[in-house]
């Protein structure tokens, strides 16, 4: 049960009216399947994703070191060379050329090294980015700041529901078109993927993150719902949305791991896409798009934000 809030924790952050919605689609991937009707609360979240100088606060205060930035163990990676055990995370390389898109090995490297502080590994810096979303943040990271900022991280539905910004069965966050009036929305990857990049308004020549803020918010004032960043939610990842047989459920919730997942360590969705999302690639620039990933997943692509709910009537 949701319990009362301060005031100061919500400073900043958007409120979210509670309602209903079509969650889902039936058009793009099977995961994401079938739509069915959802009721949420009225819940707070941030405009937009958390960014470096907001983690760097928390890391200053609380001493707090990322999964990234700790020595894996044998436990828990028993497949691994002893010598390949370093702090590190995946960091995205462009291709030289067209590569098969059904193996992601051709451009993600695992980069010791690689953490929050230096997200494409040693050498690279945050200098001049502290308005970029912070990323290269497993789960727990994620978890742990949002506790720290008296928050939590959003449930699957409340994510969409609030990245629709109040245009129920829109395909995109802005819409159903995908570029009204000839203007890009997000920070998403337009040409070839992995390899030919054509950057727009916000972008440079190397795709990579934007400032928060940089396009256009939703309808609800939020930025960067989809996009730029892929973002966790709490939700448990299972490959279909339940079929409810009467009533739209309330505040549902994937609290269970998918009997079957074969990982060590149990995925969560994460939502919205990333600026490594191309059409014909990964078209999850969508509210509806979900993903699973594991929890202790780190890469130069992934963050979040928070959310804050209100006491139950």
């Known amino acids: 049960m949701a319990t009362a809030i301060r005031t100061d924790v919500r400073r900043g952050m958007v409120r979210i009216p509670g309602g209903s919605f079509a969650m889902g689609s039936d058009d793009f991937f099977p995961e994401e399947r079938p739509v069915h009707r959802v009721r949420v609360d009225s819940f707070w979240i941030d405009p937009h994703p958390v960014t470096n100088a907001a983690f760097r606060r928390f890391v200053k205060q609380t001493g707090y070191v990322t999964v990234a930035e700790r020595i894996p163990t044998a436990e828990d990676y028993p497949d691994a060379e002893p010598g390949n055990l370093l702090p590190g995370a995946l960091v995205f390389r462009p291709t030289s050329g067209p590569v098969p898109l059904d193996n992601w090995r051709c451009w993600w490297r695992y980069v010791p090294g690689a953490s929050w502080r230096r997200p494409h590994g040693r050498g690279s810096t945050l200098d001049g980015l502290d308005r970029r979303p912070v990323t290269q943040v497993a789960y727990e990271d994620a978890a742990a700041y949002a506790a720290w900022a008296g928050k ?133 620039y969508r509210p509806a798009a979900r993903q699973g990933q594991t929890e202790d997943t780190a890469t130069c692509h992934l963050g979040f934000r928070c959310v804050v709910r209100e006491a139950a009537p």
């Open 152 to 284: 939590q991280l959003p449930t699957e539905a409340e994510w969409e529901y609030a990245a629709r910004g109040g245009l129920d069965g829109a395909v995109y966050a802005w819409g159903d078109e995908f570029e009204p009036t000839g203007r890009r929305m997000a920070n998403i990857w337009v040409g070839a993927f992995p390899w030919q990049f054509h950057p727009g308004r916000g972008q440079t020549r190397t795709p990579g993150t934007t400032a928060v803020g940089t396009f256009s918010p939703n309808g609800y004032g939020l930025y960067d719902m989809t996009g730029n960043v892929w973002e966790w939610t709490v939700d448990y990842f299972h490959p279909w949305h339940p079929k409810s047989d009467c009533c739209a459920p309330r505040n549902p919730r994937a609290d269970t791991p998918e009997p079957a997942a074969p990982q060590r360590f149990p995925c969560r969705v994460v939502k919205g896409g990333s600026y490594l999302c191309a059409a014909c690639y990964c078209l999850r």
